[in-house]
């Protein structure tokens, strides 16, 4: 008996970047689609490529800012710019 290959089974790792993630490619895409529970076309999905591999990158350059454990977290986030006094 054949059985079809499931969207949630694991594809073996072929990344040889020692540990380092690879780029997001549609397969990624499609498993997260099951998990989010949106469908996207294969054309919807490789336009989706070019920002996802981005927002790796730019998350790439926070985690090399080194920030010691003793810098308080931000509990206030205001970007207006304070009036002159």
Partial sequence: MSQSKSVLQPEPNTNTNKGEPGPITTDHIAAAEVIMGLPFTPAERELML??????????????AVDLPNQVAPAL???????APL
Wanted: charged share 15%.
């Fill in 76 to 82: 206030q986030f205001n970007p207006q710019i304070p």
């Fill in 50 to 63: 070019p920002g996802a591999n981005q927002i790796l990158t730019h998350y790439d350059e926070l985690r």
